[in-house]
């Protein structure tokens, strides 16, 4: 890569030694102009954009220091050396202030030329090297967004305790707003007040869901969940409005855009509900509305939540209470609560309309099915939504449930597998590092540390495990190295003593007596 330079000073002589001097001794920095005074170095930084510029502080006209100033405001980017005499000293500090790199006293020396601009290339690969993991580092995070932007609408549905994580939410998604609404998309052929075809039109949407996305991310500030068989959940980021009625009518034309939008992507019919307005940390609320809104549109193409009536509906705060239960339940792997959990998720759900009843447990399977996947279960089936599209959608609540009980069943077998070998690994790395550590002063925390996993419970598991508490290990480990050394080695008793971890002679051989049945001098003789 060649660096572009401008050299700019109002005698001919020192622009000719610069151009000498670079050209038989910098074949990566490339000469691209030159100017005699501030006002043409100024058009040359505007036209040329050089990397850098070398830059006289005394010149007729605009001076190097206000030169430096003025382009600076164009680009910042721009390193500048600059050349002085003795007696300019002053204007060199004024001009370092700005963040001049490196100044030169005349007349030029080749070698602190030639040091003072591969110094500057040196700051300019740094940065470019910066600006290119950056663009790496965007790239990456747009990649991941999406997801992110899943795992916050997967954790309103379950009304997971994501309030500690809303700061970071915030950040992330560049939140300003300390609230908002939900809209739920349901794609599919109302015939008779009932929603028809949800299998073609829940495999439509996942072909379309990308084109979707985009057409609503492109439009407006909005986190976008993913595709639910045939419902995408969305979430707007507002400020609290000053005029509810001014806002329920923004928000209903809004979705009115993105139903049309999401009819042309798809070629299926959509219907959106409409949930109120809450905070960031209420958004549940929010969602349910959005539901309650869908189920009693009867066709129509949008519904808001303060245009239905209202009428009883499941306990939001029960529902969530339970699922929460399950969740921890299911991650535990304690199969016969996961399934108490679960059946009681089941009695809440029969509080529904009928017609709304499979939606709810589909949801509830797919938060199931993203926390396996979470958790690393390995399955082929863990969120390959296409898999099972088929083979739920038309199932009634009963089907469904005698489905859900099939396939959590098979999921906590596997998670209370590898809860097992992770408790197994545990105490493999810790045996090992005992077997390597034992002669420092080792203690029960150093080890669970070493292992992550709490002081009590490991301790729990290791006696579980091994048929000896820490303390017994670690004394057995040391007297079996001992005898090792006591055969082996030219040691003294009380060398050996030291090398096994233990500071009293006395207290070693009373220990080792104890442990092995005789002395270790005794043991020495046998």
Not at 145 to 151: F, R, S, T
Not at 385 to 406: A, H, P, V
Request: hydrophobic residues 35%; aromatic residues 10%; negative net charge.
């Amino acid at each position: 890569m060649k660096y572009r330079l401008v050299v700019v000073d109002d005698e001919e002589i020192v622009i000719n030694a610069v151009k000498f001097i670079v050209e038989k001794n910098m074949e990566n920095v490339e000469i691209i102009g030159t100017a005699k005074n501030g006002r043409e170095a100024i058009e040359a930084a505007i036209r040329l954009n050089p990397d850098i510029m070398l830059m006289d502080i005394t010149m007729p006209g605009i001076n190097g220091v206000d030169a430096i100033k003025e382009i600076i405001e164009h680009n910042s980017k721009i390193k500048f050396v600059i050349l002085s005499a003795y007696e300019q000293f002053e204007y060199a500090k004024e001009a370092v202030g700005l963040g001049v790199q490196d100044y030169l006293l005349k007349p030029i020396n080749r070698y602190k030329l030639i040091d003072a601009l591969n110094e500057v290339i040196k700051t300019l690969e740094i940065e470019h090297s910066k600006r290119i993991k950056e663009i790496e580092n965007m790239e990456k995070l747009q990649n991941v967004l999406p997801i992110l932007e899943q795992g916050f609408i997967y954790s309103i549905l379950m009304n997971r305790d994501y309030e500690d994580e809303i700061s970071k939410y915030k950040e992330l998604f560049e939140l300003k707003e300390e609230g908002g609404y939900l809209l739920v998309i349901e794609f599919g052929e109302y015939d008779s007040s009932t929603l028809k075809n949800k299998i073609g039109s829940g495999v439509k949407l996942q072909k379309s869901y990308n084109l979707i996305r985009d057409s609503l991310k492109f439009k407006y500030k909005c986190l976008v969940g993913p595709a639910i068989i045939n419902r995408i959940i969305v979430f707007v980021s507002k400020d609290h409005p000053s005029d509810e009625y001014e806002f329920r009518l923004e928000t209903i034309e809004m979705a009115e855009y993105i139903a049309e939008t999401a009819m042309k992507k798809t070629g299926v019919e959509c219907y959106i509900g409409i949930g109120g307005y809450y905070h960031l940390k209420e958004l549940p609320y929010s969602y349910e509305e959005a539901l309650k809104a869908l189920r009693d549109s009867n066709g129509q193409a949008v519904t808001h939540i303060k245009d239905v009536k209202n009428e009883n509906r499941m306990e939001l705060d029960v529902y969530n209470t339970i699922g929460k239960e399950l969740l921890v339940a299911f991650e535990s792997g304690n199969e016969e609560k996961t399934l108490v959990y679960l059946n009681k998720i089941y009695d809440a759900i029969s509080c529904l309309p009928t017609h709304d009843q499979p939606n709810k447990c589909i949801e509830i399977m797919v938060l199931i099915y993203r926390k396996a996947y979470e958790m690393d279960v390995k399955s082929d089936t863990v969120i390959n939504y296409s898999s099972y599209l088929e083979e739920i959608i038309g199932q009634d609540k009963e089907e469904l449930q005698r489905w859900s009980i099939r396939k959590v069943k098979y999921f906590v077998s596997r998670i209370s597998e590898m809860n097992k070998n992770k408790v197994s690994k545990a105490v493999l790395e810790a045996k090992n590092y005992i077997d390597i550590h034992y002669s420092k002063e080792l203690t029960l925390e150093e080890i669970s540390r070493v292992v992550s996993v709490s002081p009590q419970y490991f301790s729990k598991l290791f006696k579980e495990e091994t048929g000896f508490n820490f303390i017994e290990y670690l004394t057995n480990s040391r007297i079996e190295k001992a005898k090792e050394l006591i055969k082996n080695s030219q040691m003294t008793m009380k060398e050996v003593c030291f090398e096994v971890g233990y500071n009293d002679p006395n207290y070693f051989s009373r220990l080792f007596k104890k442990i092995v049945g005789v002395s270790p001098t005794d043991y020495l003789r046998k």
